[in-house]
């Protein structure tokens, strides 16, 4: 069966997986294909159904249980996204910032994410021209880019400048000599702090087109007329979708417990939200993937009929969640899959050691010796030593200088209250 893999750039390649294989195996064809397989968790792929509504594929599923294949000679067609968005510090491979920048700048121009001012939509603007075209050059400006600042919507309702050309231009040539990925990179850090960033949005037909965003802290509420309500994961009581109504018991400000009952367009779209609530929370707050979000899945009706003899059966049966791992999880796994590849490429450089055993206890501390080093390093700059804790959360992940430049912690993503200055033994720094 072949798969047609399109990207936010319009470019579409193929993959072809056996009729009866799982979405997993077509997305690590398709991270394979692009150089991002160490970092494959963030991702997922998109399909779209009969009532051309746009959901996730389950990749724990059959393929041609979920899309209308029309029959082996039709290709199924399938979009890569970012399923789950992280700080760009965090994504340790250049193409898979590549890869998330791309998708940004789509949900940019779509409107998906929106920017918190126009001095904000002007320093986008400037990097994406930067990272695209390169430096200013007066005789071939990029005007092509340059008029894509007046489709980036501001969440505010402040008047469009007249002077937003002339503002785009200006930024443009104080990045020059910028290379094309640290111009990525600093779009993603601008994105990072939008309100909207990782945000997934549903619709409902309840108390006049209530939406609701799920996203990397919770759940948001926007209702005409009315203030935004961010629901955190901590607040939530409980989560169940019932064909077309979703509801929500949580805590409200005040400790009280509260009902939030919304009707969405259709069966799938309801599920979908109780999907995202559900691998949202997982993915962004908790250290492990629990069994009971692994392990829920439903049946048709011959699958019940024939569970009820059998209970082991697999007849029917299709997974809830897909997720694997946690935020924490993803960079942990990433990181090691990255240097167990760089050490294969290193040790053969260093001959062959006269006795084996005496090979392997080097080979240990060295392993050893580097995985202190980066543990000791900033997660922000990778550069300098950490010696900073912010708290209450905790976290030692930076150092002073990056410490003052950030408002959150880098790993939890939380507000901190204060960011303690920390001194190491003097071993530590002589490792470092």
């Known amino acids: 069966m072949w ?15 056996d009729p009866k294989s799982i979405g997993q195996e077509c997305l690590e064809k398709v991270c394979e ?7 494959s968790d963030y991702f997922g792929l998109k399909y779209e159904n009969n009532k051309g509504e746009e959901l996730w594929l389950n990749l724990r599923n059959p ?24 700080p760009p510090h965090l994504l340790l491979q250049e193409t898979t910032r590549n890869q998330f920048y791309l998708h940004s700048r789509a949900d940019l121009l779509e409107k998906r994410l929106l920017a918190s001012d126009w001095d904000c939509v002007c320093r986008l603007i400037a990097l994406i021209a930067q990272a695209e075209s390169g430096n200013y050059d007066f005789a071939h400006p990029p005007h092509n880019i340059y008029m894509q600042a007046s489709s980036i919507a501001p969440i505010t309702n402040a008047q469009k400048p007249n002077d937003l050309l002339q503002k785009v231009i200006a930024l443009h040539k104080t990045y020059k000599d910028m290379k094309r990925s640290t111009a990525e990179y600093w779009l993603l850090k601008e994105i990072a702090e939008l309100e909207t960033f990782g945000e997934e949005l549903f619709s409902t ?3 006049g ?11 948001t509420i926007y209702e005409k007329n009315k203030v935004k309500q961010l629901i955190s994961f901590t607040n939530i009581i409980s989560a ?11 805590l409200s400000i005040d400790n009280k417990e509260s009902l939030l009952e919304a009707k969405l367009d259709s069966n799938h779209v309801a599920s979908s939200l109780y999907r995202a609530l559900t691998e949202k929370h997982a993915f962004y707050s908790c250290e492990t993937v629990r069994s009971a979000v692994t392990a829920q899945f439903i049946r048709d009706l011959k699958g019940t009929i024939v569970s009820i003899f059998n209970e082991d059966s697999t007849l029917g049966k299709k997974y809830v969640f897909d997720i694997r791992r946690t935020c924490r999880e993803v960079y942990d796994n990433a990181r090691r899959a990255l240097y167990q590849e760089s050490g294969m490429q ?31 390093t900033c997660k922000i700059c ?12 905790a976290h030692v992940v930076a150092c002073t200088t990056c410490a003052a430049r950030v408002d959150r912690c880098p790993l939890c993503r939380s507000e901190f209250e204060q960011a303690q200055k920390l001194y190491l033994p003097g071993e530590f720094k002589q490792i470092c």
């Not at 084996?356 to 202190?372: F, M, Q, T, W, Y």
């Not at 990778?382 to 959360?393: E, G, H, T």
Request: glycine share 8%; charged share 25%; with cysteine.
């Open 382 to 393: 990778m550069d300098n030593q950490i010696d900073v804790v912010f708290l209450p959360c």
């Open 3 to 17: 798969c047609l893999i399109s990207q936010p750039n319009s470019v579409v390649f193929e993959v072809r997986v």
């Open 240 to 250: 169940s979708s019932h064909r077309r109504i979703f509801k929500l018991e949580y």
């Open 33 to 39: 294909y692009l150089g991002i397989s160490k970092e």
């Open 209 to 219: 087109g209530m939406s609701l965003g799920v996203g990397p802290h919770g759940i």
């Open 346 to 376: 290193i040790i053969p450089q260093l001959g062959k050691p006269k006795h084996a055993h005496d090979g392997v206890n080097c080979k240990d501390s060295e392993e050893k010796l580097n995985r202190l080093m980066d543990a000791l």
């Open 63 to 86: 393929i041609d249980r979920q899309v209308n294949c029309h029959g082996q000679t039709s290709p199924v067609r399938l979009a890569l996204r970012v399923k789950f968005w992280v």
């Open 205 to 207: 037909k309840s108390h």
